[in-house]
Nanobody
């Protein structure tokens, strides 16, 4: 059974920073593309950032230069460092582990950017 457990969400002021973590159980982490998605109220879930097994990263235009995704294979954990947060970054953030033969999701963690 694969589990993805996110942590690090919460309330942060505009301009602030937050780091999300996603710990994966099972043996799939090293061979999975790991991603962070988010879903704001009334909107579709969207890709925020992804990192493949070789460490290559991909970002949504809206977060480029502000967010950084990284992975620690020894800890089976993927991180999302979020800087210069804006109110429009408010959403539930979901961790994802993907290959063509599987697609796993975490339960999500709420990030609220507000003064």
């Amino acid at each position: 059974q694969v589990q993805l457990v996110e942590s690090g969400g919460g309330l942060v002021q505009p301009g602030g920073s937050r780091r999300l973590s996603c710990a994966a159980s099972g043996s799939i982490f090293r061979v999975s593309v790991m991603g962070w998605y988010r879903q704001a109220p009334g909107k579709q879930r969207e890709l925020v950032a992804s990192i493949n097994t070789g460490g290559n990263t991909n970002y949504a235009d809206s977060v480029k230069g502000r967010f950084t995704i990284s992975r620690d294979n020894a800890k089976s954990t993927v991180y999302l460092q979020m800087n210069s947060l804006k109110p429009e970054d408010t959403a539930v953030y979901y961790c994802n582990a993907y290959r063509t033969i599987w697609n796993y999701w975490g339960q999500g963690t709420q990030v609220t950017v507000s003064s």
